[in-house]
């Protein structure tokens, strides 16, 4: 079964620009999280998709938008980027709210 | 708050000598404990859940143990390619204060040949 694939794997951006990113779950598993993980905060939760529905969100500004499609896969957006949205940004899925989550190789995003 | 520490920072070992790495968690209505290890510029790769005191699960040289406000992750006779960060993760009764999974900031681990 093949795992959680991210698109790309690796972007630099301008601060202002906005940055798309894209995720495709394990065929099957219907939930997407997303977290930022830095050097100084580690992996904080941003939001999670359940069948096309935000079901969490996390402390983010609302810079930080997603969306889910109706074959799982997910993209967040960020926009106006700041320096600070420097990160690795990682997706994770799983079956249902109370199972696993397993994540993907991230998406490394430079702002300079 | 809920809240997850996860001691030491970083951690050492020579090939062959057994450890332990600590997660320390306060979540009112547990519901997982999670062990990911990390590996540099990678995603996290799942290693074990655990749902109540007691419990244990073993992979390889990992062994996982969980009490009611702590897990071990136990690693027996380390070998150099176990090297990575582990990282602690629990879910709560709402997945947590933040929302889905409350991460600890991981333990460095460097095993020496």
């Known amino acids: 079964k093949a795992g959680v694939t991210q698109t790309p794997r690796y972007l630099i951006k301008t601060r202002g620009q906005q940055v798309t990113l894209s995720c495709s779950p394990i065929s099957g598993h219907r939930s997407v999280s997303w977290y930022q993980q830095t050097p100084g905060q580690g992996l904080q939760f941003l939001f999670e998709?359940?069948?096309?529905?935000?079901?969490n969100k996390g402390n983010f500004p609302g810079r930080f938008s997603g969306r889910q499609f109706s074959n799982s896969r997910s993209e967040m957006n960020v926009s106006t980027l700041e320096l600070g949205d420097s990160a690795l940004y990682l997706c994770?899925?799983?079956?249902?709210?109370?199972?696993?989550?397993?994540f993907g190789p991230g998406t490394r995003l430079l702002v300079l | 708050e809920d809240q997850v520490t996860q001691s030491p920072e970083a951690l050492r070992l020579q090939e062959g000598e057994s450890s332990s790495l600590n997660c320390s968690y306060t979540v009112s209505g547990l519901r997982g404990l999670f062990w990911y290890r990390q590996d540099p510029g990678k995603g996290p790769e799942f290693l074990f859940t655990l749902y109540s005191a007691g419990e244990e699960k073993e992979k390889e040289r990992l062994k996982a143990t969980l009490t009611k406000k702590e897990s071990f992750l136990h690693i027996t006779a380390p070998k150099p390619e176990d090297s990575a960060t582990y990282l602690c993760a629990v879910r709560g009764p709402n997945g947590g204060s933040q929302g889905n999974l409350i991460f600890g900031k991981g333990t460095k681990l460097s095993v020496k040949p």
């Open positions: 994770a899925s799983s079956n249902g709210q109370e199972e696993t989550q397993y």
């Open positions: 998709y359940f069948s096309e529905t935000q079901r």
